[in-house]
């Protein structure tokens, strides 16, 4: 079987949908010996077939109407098509824009729940005609194409009833905006060369996956990607945690130990919220990004370091630096490529509607709710709503309601949308210290962001160290 089509092709990564796609396409067309192969999706928002990846090397795509052509005629009747040489029926507007000359074809739909979603076609073999078994054969990889397509975030689109046309670029990644596009295209630069990037957005606005999506199409995404959260750490454990440390560094080091930067070798080191990075911390981190080696905690011996830098933040660092809370000299390190996230209120309408469908999607799938639709007064309710939280909070938002709502229609009651306007409801508490009182403040802001640590720091207006210490503190006696 095909390596793209096995079973150990790993599709929860955020790969560009169209290296999948054409390793596909090319994988098929080598098996059955053709000259040319095209994979149509079916765009249900414009009842079209698009040719999303080809090999058409004179024309960017081709779009036919369902019914148009050999590969119109098989989405719309869901029955596979063997022309001969000579036959007739060929529709020769392709060819006369190409100067393509198809002598024989084959062309199978790509079906999954008992709707096309695809079509598989094939032009020319090499050694002669097309067979019934080829056409059989061929039959077979297209139900492993379906299969491909299901386990990608282009699933949902490819489903009937959608109201916005086809469109993707990077697998998890939903977005259509040219705020997203911007976002891609340097998204793609990026992974490209492996030069430091930094990646900045408020929180919830995907920052992790653009990170993931760097690693997932560069030279190096075959090593680990390792993720440190900078912020979820306490000060005097970033350094271990990072570096590792040598035996005998401290009172219970009986052992050498790696950090996260050796178990990144050969591939990424993604340091997100690196903006709550301690200041002792970013002089050994800008050691690490200038000269590319590293000292473990009691350590003497400069280790090399082979690692692709991504870092993430939230935080305004440009006034972190004239506050003296981020070195200067890390930052211009830091931000070589920079890539800036939009928040989805920024994104627009159509973005948002693409969102909330793939999740409803998702989710429905996944709660096994798959006839759960949403109501229009549900749809006018989010997108009514500012989103401060951004997709995390969208995406926390649907997956409740889809868990929470009874019957099939989620309606704008079952929504749980938080007021923009600040915490919802009054926070009471009994008389107690102030200071006790403050805990207990800080609590509920935690609670009402998700337990995202980040997130309440933003609407405390405090620092990351400053809210956990205010989480952890003994109360007044």
């Not at 090999?55 to 029955?79: F, K, M, N, Y």
């Not at 997203?180 to 492996?194: E, F, N, Q």
């Not at 490529?337 to 693409?354: F, I, K, M, N, Q």
């Not at 405090?462 to 210490?469: A, S, W």
Request: glycine residues 10%; proline residues 3%; neutral net charge.
């Amino acid at each position: 079987m095909p390596e793209w089509l096995g079973e150990s092709t790993d599709l929860d990564r955020a790969v560009a949908l169209d290296d999948i796609l054409r390793g596909v396409v090319d994988e098929v067309t080598a098996k059955l010996g053709a000259d040319r192969g095209t994979l149509y999706l079916l765009d249900h928002a414009r009842g079209e077939l698009v040719s999303r990846v080809a090999h058409l090397p004179e024309i960017a795509e081709i779009r036919l109407r369902i019914g148009e052509g050999v590969a119109g005629r098989v989405a719309s009747t869901g029955h596979a098509i063997k022309l001969p040489s000579g036959d007739g029926r060929f529709a020769t507007r392709v060819d006369d824009r190409t100067g393509y000359e198809t002598r024989n074809m084959v062309a199978v739909p790509v079906v999954h729940d008992g709707t096309v979603v695809a079509v598989l076609q094939l032009l020319n073999r090499n050694d002669g005609e097309f067979s019934d078994e080829d056409v059989e054969l061929l039959g077979a990889l297209a139900g492993r194409v379906s299969g491909l397509l299901d386990r990608t975030s282009l699933a949902g689109q490819l489903r009937p009833g959608q109201r916005q046309p086809l469109a993707f670029r990077f697998n998890h990644i939903v977005g259509d905006s040219s705020a997203m596009h911007a976002v891609y295209d340097r998204t793609w630069k990026a992974a490209r060369t492996d030069a430091t990037v930094l990646i900045r957005g408020e929180s919830g606005s995907g920052k992790g996956l653009v990170a993931r999506a760097i690693h997932d199409n560069s030279a190096r995404s075959g090593g680990a990607f390792v993720k440190v959260d900078c912020a979820a750490l306490p000060e005097q454990l970033v350094e271990n945690e990072l570096f590792g440390h040598e035996r005998g560094a401290y009172t219970g080091a009986g052992e050498s130990a790696g950090g996260k930067v050796d178990a990144a070798a050969g591939g990424t080191l993604f340091l997100d919220e690196i903006g709550e990075l301690p200041l002792n911390v970013q002089a050994r981190l800008l050691r690490l990004l200038q000269d590319r080696d590293f000292l473990r905690v009691g350590g003497t011996q400069p280790i090399k370091a082979d690692v692709r830098f991504v870092g993430a933040t939230h935080v305004d660092l440009e006034a972190a630096v004239d506050a003296g809370r981020f070195r200067q000299d890390l930052y211009y390190r830091l931000r070589v490529v920079e890539v800036r996230l939009p928040a989805l209120r920024e994104r627009g309408a159509a973005d948002l509607d693409r969102l909330i469908d793939h999740m409803l999607f998702r989710f429905s799938r996944r709660h096994g709710r798959p006839d759960l639709a949403l109501s229009a007064a549900g749809r006018a309710a989010l997108h009514a709503h500012d989103w401060p939280g951004n997709v995390r909070e969208l995406e926390h938002c649907i997956e409740s309601a889809v868990v929470l709502t009874e019957g099939d229609l989620l309606r704008r009651t079952e929504l749980s949308i938080r007021s923009p306007r600040g915490l919802p409801g009054r926070f009471s508490a009994p008389l107690v210290s102030l200071r006790e009182l403050e805990r207990l403040y800080v609590h509920h802001v935690v609670e009402h962001c998700g337990g995202n640590r980040s997130e309440a720091a933003r609407l405390l207006r405090i620092g990351r160290n400053t809210l956990l210490r205010k989480l952890t503190s003994d109360v007044d006696t």
